[in-house]
């Protein structure tokens, strides 16, 4: 064995010890099931936003926002008013008690600030996606685990420590896998030992890399209970319709029940201006469902695209990888001739290696890209839903439609003429293409709209 062979193998074991923590990690710090428990009206101590936490396997969603207001409201710390039909406004109640949690408080110090003669208007509590309610959602996350934190509910799944060392570890394989690279020739282990540093970073970065929490041992008795009153609250048919005023009857349980994911109608009424783009909620089909909306932009390769977008993406990107493929595998044998080792044909062997590694797989989304345009063409088939989300995002405007089943839905790619004519949780049927998303033409409320999807 070469010594460039040895380095190569090296690098393979420090990628070897990155992926056998990781996967230790991931099996010794996954959620496990919390004991099962009979439906029960029982309320426990923690509030409704931990409640959220705890019931969401460690992650909180934006429901935990409107659960916290209808909770001040069950207190009366605020009061929730409708002004026209469907349409909710809040009145401030005066002095604050001095016990609110943190995240508490913030909810409150937000309604202040958007308070006219004491009175937060309709549109404040619907104010929608924005960067500022996002980083206002982010605190608000922060302080509610920090709370549960504290009780001992809960904590991180992926420690500091855990992720340094896995970067480390990472970040050695890569180093060390250039190193072996920068030899004589370039060998199978060589290629392995690259591609095996690279895939570690994608790992660090997609299963590592999110702020979930492990529920401890008295977190679990505690979302059992909560899983409980989530069973008795979805048996009450009635439940998920309730408006968010009905907190003046129905106390403190609407405000667990929009933690809880069954009082949908009131949270649909009050997102708080923390409006999730990646969670709905819709009655489309007859009951209640919060669904999970994605927004594919880099993965599928052309979603969404038009016929031609696809065609000359798909013969840009096959023709540039081929080509680069094909240059570096017929420039390694000739870098790699004799025993040149100075640091320019050093540096281009490197830069041979690396353009092989990448080229591929550039060159399989080109291919890809291709096969999409030709199905981009056919017959689309119709789907008919609610328009659930609505979302722009940099130049490319998304629409998701809700049919009535299951709980996730990938959003398809509009022109910005289609988008401009949709509003939210309007019916609408839409014809797109199978597998690559392309919408053909929309109906709204019985006229049809024709349009093509930009790229």
Not at 220 to 248: C, M, N, Q
Not at 299 to 320: H, I, R
Not at 418 to 431: D, R, S, W
């Amino acid at each position: 064995m070469t010594g460039a062979d040895a380095g190569a193998g090296a690098s393979l074991a420090a990628s070897a010890a990155f992926y056998l923590l990781a996967a230790g990690a991931a099996l010794a710090r996954r959620s496990q099931p919390p004991p099962q428990l009979a439906a029960t009206s029982d309320l426990g101590p923690e509030t409704p936003a931990v409640a959220n936490l705890l019931a969401n396997r460690g992650r909180l969603t934006p429901d935990a926002v409107p659960a916290t207001l209808l909770d001040l409201a069950a207190r009366h710390v605020v009061h929730i008013e409708e002004g026209a039909p469907n349409t909710y406004g809040c009145r401030l109640a005066g002095d604050a008690p001095a016990d609110l949690a943190p995240y508490e408080q913030r909810v409150l110090a937000l309604l202040r600030s958007k308070a006219v003669d004491g009175v937060v208007p309709a549109r404040a509590l619907t104010a929608g996606p924005t960067e500022a309610a996002q980083q206002w959602l982010d605190k608000f996350r922060g302080e509610v685990v920090a709370q549960a934190d504290r009780a001992g509910l809960c904590r991180p799944r992926w420690p500091a420590s855990l992720q340094l060392t896995l970067a480390g570890l990472a970040v050695a394989a890569f180093l060390v896998a250039v190193y072996a690279a920068d030899a004589e020739a370039t060998s199978l282990i060589q290629y392995l030992a690259i591609a095996a540093s690279l895939a570690a970073f994608w790992v660090l970065s997609k299963a590592f890399g999110d702020e979930s929490q492990l529920i401890t041992a008295a977190g679990a008795a505690s979302e059992s209970r909560w899983l409980a009153l989530r069973k008795y609250l979805h048996a009450d048919e009635i439940f998920g319709t309730l408006p968010p005023t009905a907190v003046a009857v129905r106390d403190r349980y609407l405000a667990y029940g929009a933690a809880l994911g069954a009082a949908g109608a009131a949270v649909r009424a009050v997102p708080m201006g923390a409006e999730s783009d990646r969670w709905a909620w819709s009655h489309y089909g007859g009951a209640w469902r919060q669904v999970r909306v994605s927004y594919p932009r880099h993965w599928p390769p052309g979603w969404g695209s038009t016929p031609g977008a696809l065609l000359q993406g798909g013969l840009k990107w096959g023709l540039f990888g081929a080509f680069w493929f094909w240059l570096g595998t017929h420039l390694l044998p000739v870098l790699h001739a004799g025993a040149i080792t100075d640091h320019p044909t050093r540096v281009l062997r490197l830069a041979g290696l690396l353009l092989t590694v990448i080229a591929l797989p550039v060159l399989a989304a080109g291919v890809w890209m291709l096969l999409l345009a030709a199905l981009a063409v056919l017959p689309g088939r119709r789907v008919t839903g609610e328009a659930i989300r609505l979302r722009r995002f940099a130049n490319a405007c998304y629409l998701a439609v809700y049919t009535g089943t299951g709980d996730h839905v990938r959003a398809w790619v509009v022109s910005p003429q289609l988008y401009a004519g949709l509003t939210e949780y309007q019916p609408v049927t839409v014809t797109v293409s199978p597998l690559v998303g392309h919408v053909h033409s929309i109906h709204v409320q019985g006229q049809e709209v024709s349009g093509t999807v930009g790229a």
